[in-house]
């Protein structure tokens, strides 16, 4: 099971912090990865982990602003998003996949089976 929190409403250029608790397996055995979905709009691959290596992953929309960390004692990952953008409304998911799929940085949510019930992020302008 996967868990997020820490959604909310922020203006443009604010920070916001994700995160999601995983139970009932460890986060070192997967990639945890972070979606988005904007209303009208596909499903994105945001920022993943793989916690056993470090290998980390960033779509080009977000490089240089969202980090994501993770915490393998608290079975919690976090995405620390910064410089916050009206474009990136949208509802956030965890999803526990793969680890190749972040170490190879191809990111499909199909190959993602175990998801969290989401939590809205809007940025207003």
């Known amino acids: 099971q996967l868990v997020e929190s820490g959604g909310g409403l922020v203006e443009a250029g604010e920070s916001l912090s994700l995160s999601c608790v995983a139970s009932g397996f460890s986060i070192d055995d997967y990639a945890i990865t972070w979606f988005r979905q904007a209303p009208g709009k596909e499903r994105e691959g945001v920022s993943g982990i793989s916690s056993s290596d470090g290998s980390k992953y960033y779509a080009d929309s977000v490089k240089g602003r969202f980090t994501i960390s993770s915490d393998s004692s608290k079975n919690t990952v976090y995405l620390k998003m910064n410089s916050l953008k009206p474009e990136d409304t949208a509802v956030y998911y965890c999803?526990?996949?793969?680890?190749?799929?972040?170490?190879?940085?191809?990111?499909?949510?199909?190959?993602?089976?175990?998801w969290g019930q989401g939590t809205q992020v809007t940025v207003s302008s």
């Open positions: 999803a526990a996949g793969p680890p190749w799929t972040v170490v190879a940085g191809i990111i499909n949510s199909f190959e993602y089976d175990s």
